[in-house]
T-cell receptor, first 114, second 113 residues
């Protein structure tokens, strides 16, 4: 199993550009989520999904969209990038629905918005 | 608002020293508790977790943590650290088994050989 994969590993955007961060898992996990990690802060939940076709907002959803058309994929879209979105983004998945189960993380995407 | 505090952002120890990393949370209800670790160049991975039962839980690589409900704490311990324990350690709390994990800011641990 590849586990949780994320692409790209690094990305630089200009303010106002849009892009999609890709996340995929091959473990047939129902629950997937996106976090951002900023210096001196813990991970903060952006959006999550409890199964294909179902998504919901986390703690910091503004400026981001998600969709879950398949169990495997959970892309994160930045609609109009802002410098405040400079961060490291992690995708995670778990077998059981909900954060109580062990989360499996991707390697992260380091995003810089100029 | 619910929060998780990790007392030390950076810890430097020599090999064979004992380790204790503090974690406190602010939530009065039922919680599930986790420690995750990120080794250099690797993904975040679960170190150990507490759901119920024995408040002393054991994880991988000789780590353990004790849940003290009265102190809202879940401190991570290891009696003798190794150079390979150099990593960043995160405490996380899941209140009431809902869909969100609340994370601490992390502690960067450096072990001097």
């Amino acid at each position: 199993n590849a586990g949780v994969t994320q692409t790209p590993k690094f990305q630089v955007l200009k303010t106002g550009q849009s892009m999609t961060l890709q996340c995929a898992q091959d473990m047939n996990h129902e629950y997937m989520s996106w976090y951002r990690q900023d210096p001196g802060m813990g991970l903060r939940l952006i959006h999550y999904s409890v199964g294909a076709g179902i998504t919901d907002q986390g703690e910091v959803p503004n400026g981001y969209n998600v969709s879950r058309s398949t169990t495997e994929d959970f892309p994160l879209r930045l609609l109009s990038a802002a410098p405040s979105q400079t961060s490291v983004y992690f995708c995670a998945s778990s077998y059981e629905t909900g954060s109580a189960d062990t989360q499996y993380f991707g390697p992260g995407t380091r995003l810089t918005v100029l | 608002a619910q929060s998780v505090s990790q007392h030390n952002h950076h810890v430097i120890l020599s090999e064979a020293a004992s380790l204790e990393l503090g974690c406190n949370y602010s939530y009065g209800g039922t919680v599930n508790l986790f420690w995750y670790v990120q080794y250099p160049g690797q993904h975040l991975q679960l170190l150990l977790k507490y759901f119920s039962g024995d408040p002393l839980v054991k994880g991988i690589k000789g780590f353990e943590a004790e849940f003290i409900k009265s102190k809202f704490s879940f401190n991570l311990r290891k009696p003798s650290v190794q150079w390979s324990d150099t990593a960043e350690y995160f405490c996380a709390v899941n209140p009431d088994s809902n869909y969100q994990l609340i994370w601490g800011a992390g502690t960067k641990l450096i072990i001097k050989p």
